[in-house]
Structures are given as structure tokens and as C-alpha cells.
């Protein structure tokens, strides 16, 4: 299959994949990359961009997560009337 993009794009998209900060310790194969400019082009941006706030949404989500896991839960809710009931009637005599 012939890939959408124009001849000797992947070598562009593989150098600009290597300036994108963050992206140093981390290769992309020739699909990721290929997916990647797709998602861009669709978007209307540069890879570089797209790689870049695709990375600062990924950290914006880390930092919401670990602000909700931050919370402690609350203690669990003494049994209602009816289920002490329910639960005393499953007792043994």
C-alpha cells in the first residue's frame, strides 16, 4: 500500500519527530510517524505542533489525575434501618 504522503516525507517527519522536545527519549516507527502527520494534517498544524500539545495535553491529564487520586475517599456509610435489618435476618439463630 503506497503511503498517502508525498516522497521523502518520511525523512522530514523523522527529523522534525527529533527536534520535538520530550520526544528525544523516544523513537516513532514510520507508521506512528505516518499516523501522527495524518492526525496533524487533519488538525491543520505542523507535526512539530501537533507532537507538542499532543504531549502538553497528556501532562495537563497526568496532573488532573493525580490531583483526583490526591483526594482521600470518604469512609463508607453506616448501614441503613432496612439493611441492618436485612442483615440480621440473614444471621443464624
Known sequence: ???PLPEGA???IHRASA???GM???TMTEA???Y???RAAKAGMS???WLVEKERRAAAEARA???TVAVPAAPPKKPGFFGRLLEKAQKPI
Open 24 to 26: 528525544s527519549d523516544r
Open 36 to 38: 501522527e502527520a495524518k
Open 65 to 67: 489525575e493525580a490531583a
Open 10 to 12: 518520511d525523512r522530514a
Open 32 to 34: 506512528q510517524r505516518a
Open 47 to 49: 507535526l512539530e505542533k
Open 19 to 21: 527536534r520535538v522536545p
Open 1 to 3: 500500500m503506497r503511503s
